[in-house]
């Protein structure tokens, strides 16, 4: 497997972060020093103009770009290579006063004031417009610059706008969509329902508050617009820098799990994936160890939006943020474990937000690695001086990827129809958790799950779960028979194939579009529990597990039954099933139990599928990457205890040091075993 390398000119990983000059432009000695400073916390590269706008162009039509020419050229002097940021993140005074429509309208209807940052509406023509005369611009000047490695497209893009321009475009996106057939879009939405019938596209508007919320097909395809509409922003910005020099890669830095925009249908648009990581570390509701687990889920999610190749950690506090409801210091050494986790995950970048703190405004106690104090011996620096250390002895791994045999799906529609859905529990639906949790699980198993799409390619995967796909897209069940067909390991859990892409019910069973003849079950009904019910599970061995929230009542039609209720009128009836389908296993898990007591059965899928299972202490991680002339094992202990990890060998690049046999992690501890 060949080495996917993202940034030839800088060899090895990225190490830098947000860096924001325009704030100290009186103070030269305060610049000069950054590069002093950047050099010995071993950066190599540094985010320039994230927020830089009414700095770059003070007035409309006044350009002012030397101050950043002139540290992009003292940067590149010193080893330091530049993302670029368009500045499209916040809007100056002027803009805004100048043309109001660019200001965002909400939900209620109400046109928002000047201020904040990200809330500029992206159908605006005239916000457009200038966006892309100072995009332009900057490509012009700084797009050939030998230190400019990447560009880096707005700043966490988010939220929805409901002015006059949003509601045309969204409009033109419905007719498009339905083929300016309005009862395509009546059947579509079902809207004999209420009366809720369209005679053409103008009288649709989006769900204002006030307004039309009732209707699933409308609240989804805003949801699906609104991506659609930012995504049509960000390619706009794109174009306008690849049509200088399309040789320089493009990025936008994502949001976790954000809700508000499906990442997988933004990703093709971009070069590199990134994202900004801010995980609550030491919070009161969970251990460290389930900390780095979700984050690791995370991590994977930016990994599968595009396979096979390295992502970027785009953003990550050096010390403490300061919007959490409780800002804790992170403690000493779970830096460099939480940078290495990235690393690890697939990333081939570490940086912050933000190289200095401000003495300012919104952000000014947000960690940063140098403080208000500015100097290189507080603690926070000498732990960023030690990842920049480290990456460089791991250097060779830059470009190697993480590539799994076993996959989970996640799908954002899925997300939004089931958050929308008037059913179940409203509070208890747990989409994301749940996912979580059966991630984490085989985590703990040693296996490093991709996260992908339900219509994506399941080559070269043996292991799908795929929690709650209650809604089926064009293709999912194709997709899904294909994998079981030709040998595939499959879960499926109550709330799938509920409904179609419109949300339309399939008729004739749960789950529908033909899978119900994969699992050999039809689902008929399904039960919620209040949170202080329980049911349970009584599998063939004699185990049992415990239900909670969930239970369907099935039928079995061909499925071979391995578990079965223990309580209420639907006791002794089927709830964890397996039919075998073509050279493949369909599981059916109709209720909800614990992902940990769910183990033995991912064991089972994991054996089948000849996928070897390392169990590894509670709290510590594997993750492998491999590419060129070998492969990386890195493992991360976050626990305060020592691990011993026993069956590995490589020479181990933390240390130094070859391990034959047995590894010991002290608390906090990690390793990067290099093999051939
Ligand atoms: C986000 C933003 C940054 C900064 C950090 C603070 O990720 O992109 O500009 O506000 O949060 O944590
Ligand atoms: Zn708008």
């Known amino acids: 497997m060949e080495k996917k390398i993202l940034f030839p000119r800088v060899g090895g990983f990225l190490h830098g972060g947000d860096y924001n000059p325009?704030?100290?432009?009186?103070?030269?000695?305060?610049?000069?020093?950054?590069?002093?400073?950047?050099k010995k916390a071993g950066m190599n590269s540094a985010t320039l103009g994230v927020f830089s706008w009414s700095a770059l162009e003070p007035a409309e039509g006044e350009f002012h770009f030397a101050w950043l020419e002139t540290v992009i050229d003292r940067l590149y002097e010193n080893g330091i290579y530049t993302v670029l940021s368009t500045p499209s993140g916040a809007r100056p005074a002027w803009l805004d006063e100048a043309y109001p429509e660019a200001m965002r309208v909400d939900r209620t209807g109400m046109r928002a004031r000047h201020g904040g940052r990200h809330n500029h509406c992206m159908s605006s023509p005239v916000y457009r417009e200038k966006v892309a005369v100072i995009d332009r611009k900057l490509a012009e000047r700084f797009g050939f610059h030998p230190g400019v490695i990447m560009y880096h497209i707005s700043n966490e893009f988010s939220g929805e706008c409901f002015c006059p321009h949003c509601i045309e475009r969204f409009r033109a996106y419905l007719a498009c969509r339905y083929d300016n057939d309005i009862e395509k879009l009546n059947a579509a939405w079902w809207t004999a329902f209420w009366s809720h019938r369209y005679n053409n596209f103008r009288q649709i508007e989006p769900p204002f508050s006030n307004g039309e919320n009732s209707v699933m097909g409308l609240n989804m395809e805003w949801k699906r617009f609104t991506t659609w509409n930012t995504?049509?922003?960000?390619?706009?910005?794109?174009?306008?820098?690849?049509?200088?020099?399309?040789?320089?890669?493009?990025?936008?830095?994502?949001?976790?799990?954000?809700?508000?925009?499906?990442?997988?249908?933004?990703?093709?648009?971009?070069?590199?994936?990134?994202?900004?990581?801010?995980?609550?570390?030491h919070n009161d509701r969970e251990t460290l160890g389930e900390t780095f687990g979700e984050t690791a889920f995370q991590h994977a999610v930016m990994r599968s939006l595009k396979r096979g190749k390295p992502f970027m950690m785009m953003e990550s506090a050096p010390g403490l943020v300061s919007?959490?409801?409780?800002?804790?210091?992170?403690?000493?050494?779970?830096?460099?474990?939480?940078?290495?986790?990235?690393?690890?995950?697939?990333?081939?970048?570490?940086?912050?937000?933000?190289?200095?703190?401000?003495?300012?405004?919104?952000?000014?106690?947000?960690?940063?690695?140098?403080?208000?104090?500015?100097?290189?011996?507080?603690?926070?620096?000498?732990?960023?001086?030690?990842?920049?250390?480290?990456?460089?002895?791991?250097?060779?791994?830059?470009?190697?990827?993480?590539?799994?045999?076993?996959?989970?799906?996640?799908?954002?529609?899925?997300?939004?129809?089931?958050?929308?859905?008037?059913?179940?529990?409203?509070?208890?639906?747990?989409?994301?958790?749940?996912?979580?949790d059966i991630w984490k699980a085989f985590l703990r198993l040693g296996v490093d799950m991709d996260v992908v799409g339900s219509d994506e390619d399941l080559d070269g995967y043996d292991v799908v779960a795929a929690p709650m796909l209650y809604m089926l897209q064009p293709g999912t069940a194709e997709n899904l028979?294909?994998?079981?067909?030709?040998?595939?390991?499959?879960?499926?859990?109550?709330?799938?194939?509920?409904?179609?892409?419109?949300?339309?019910?399939?008729?004739?069973?749960?789950?529908?579009?033909?899978?119900?003849?994969?699992?050999?079950?039809?689902?008929?009904?399904?039960?919620?529990?209040?949170?202080?019910?329980?049911?349970?599970?009584?599998l063939e061995d004699g185990s049992r597990w415990e239900v909670r929230d969930y239970a369907e009542v099935l039928r079995v039609r061909g499925a071979r039954v391995l578990g079965r209720y223990t309580d209420d009128f639907y006791m002794g009836t089927a709830a964890l099933t397996c039919r075998e389908y073509g050279q493949g296993k369909a599981y059916y898990m109709a209720a909800r139990t614990a992902a940990e007591q769910m183990t033995p059965l991912f064991e089972r899928m994991l054996a089948d599928a000849g996928i070897p299972v390392r169990k590894l202490p509670e709290g510590v991680e594997c993750h492998v990457r491999s590419g060129g002339a070998g492969s990386y094992a890195f493992y991360i202990n976050s626990t305060s205890e020592q691990?011993?990890?026993?069956?590995?060998?490589?020479?181990?690049?933390?240390?130094?040091?070859e391990v034959r046999g047995e590894l010991t992690l002290p608390a906090l501890g990690a390793a990067v075993l290099y093999t051939q």
């Open 643 to 657: 691990a011993v990890i026993s069956g590995v060998t490589g020479r181990d690049l933390v240390t130094d040091t």
């Open 231 to 281: 995504n049509d922003f960000m390619k706009a910005e794109i174009e306008v820098l690849r049509g200088v020099n399309p040789d320089i890669p493009v990025t936008a830095n994502l949001m976790r799990l954000f809700e508000g925009l499906d990442y997988r249908k933004m990703a093709p648009d971009m070069d590199v994936v990134s994202w900004d990581n801010y995980p609550a570390f």
């Open 22 to 38: 325009e704030q100290w432009l009186d103070r030269p000695d305060i610049l000069e020093e950054d590069v002093r400073l950047m």
């Open 481 to 538: 028979k294909r994998f079981v067909g030709r040998g595939g390991q499959l879960l499926a859990t109550y709330c799938t194939g509920y409904v179609d892409r419109e949300q339309l019910c399939f008729l004739g069973g749960f789950p529908g579009d033909g899978l119900k003849e994969v699992f050999g079950v039809v689902s008929e009904e399904i039960d919620s529990l209040y949170p202080s019910d329980r049911n349970g599970i009584a």
């Open 323 to 436: 919007w959490q409801a409780v800002n804790k210091m992170k403690r000493p050494g779970v830096h460099l474990l939480a940078c290495l986790q990235a690393i690890a995950c697939g990333s081939d970048s570490v940086q912050y937000f933000q190289w200095r703190k401000g003495r300012g405004s919104y952000e000014q106690f947000h960690g940063a690695v140098v403080d208000h104090l500015g100097t290189d011996d507080t603690r926070v620096f000498r732990e960023v001086a030690e990842v920049g250390e480290l990456l460089r002895k791991i250097a060779p791994a830059a470009g190697t990827i993480v590539k799994s045999k076993a996959a989970l799906l996640f799908d954002w529609d899925n997300r939004w129809a089931i958050a929308d859905v008037k059913a179940f529990s409203q509070d208890s639906k747990k989409y994301e958790e749940t996912c979580i």
